[in-house]
């Protein structure tokens, strides 16, 4: 996918994003995420930041969370989710389609934590955004070649991983396959995606990977 289609489908996923959570109730909002400790709040206004980081902003950001960057990511996140949730929504579609990103970062960044974002919001809640194949295989591809905080490739290479409904595949092994979106939750640490996947080598994988049995609690 070209620069100019990745940035497209970041706005698309952002907008799709604002509507999603224009839906919530007061209770959706206060909702535990897929993100350990974090509340949809937390993580619809975590997606609002990056459009509007600067390198003042993140080295000042960086010295309050003493260097920290797991702190960082979730102290600016919690200041964010002090706003109104009308005015997390409305930063998010004004910012839709901002093409700045954090230093050092990028928009195959942006397309990975936009998408892997929004289905940590969403699934808690029993619902489903879309997710088109092919931003999810953009976003899959980045989370398998970079390594930090993934490492995808060291976790999941033994295996052959195929996203079914975009033609995606990595690793060599025992065949692990299903939707492009799950593969990316799959890549990014999220044990939940193991619901939807399926091939010979999930049980196998599940162990793994994440230290579950077939008869673990989901």
Do not use: Y
Not at 28 to 41: A, F, I, M, N
Not at 75 to 90: D, S
Not at 123 to 133: A, H, K, S
Request: hydrophobic share 40%; glycine share 10%; net charge negative.
């Amino acid at each position: 996918m070209e620069t100019e289609q990745v940035w497209a489908e970041i706005e698309a996923a952002r907008l799709r994003l604002a509507d999603f959570l224009d839906t919530l109730s007061p209770d959706d909002w206060e909702h535990p995420s897929l993100c350990p400790g974090w509340r949809v709040r937390d993580v619809a206004a975590h997606l609002t930041l990056a459009p509007q980081t600067t390198l003042g902003r993140s080295m000042r950001d960086f010295a309050k969370a003493r260097g920290n960057f797991n702190r960082l990511v979730l102290n600016t996140a919690i200041e964010q989710a002090e706003l109104p949730t009308g005015e997390i929504v409305g930063l998010l579609r004004s910012l839709a389609e901002s093409r700045r990103t954090p230093p050092g970062t990028g928009p195959l960044t942006t397309i990975l934590d936009v998408l892997t974002h929004t289905q940590d919001i969403s699934r808690p809640l029993g619902r489903e955004i879309e997710i088109p194949p092919a931003a999810a295989r953009v976003g899959a591809e980045r989370a398998w070649s970079i390594g930090w905080p993934f490492h995808a490739r060291k976790r999941f290479g033994g295996f052959a991983l195929v996203g079914t409904d975009s033609g995606w595949t990595a690793g060599a092994g025992p065949v692990v396959e299903g939707p492009t979106s799950a593969m990316l939750q799959l890549l990014t640490g999220r044990a939940v995606a193991l619901e939807r996947l399926g091939g010979d080598g999930v049980a196998e994988l599940a162990r793994t990977a994440f230290g579950r049995t077939e008869n673990s609690a989901s």
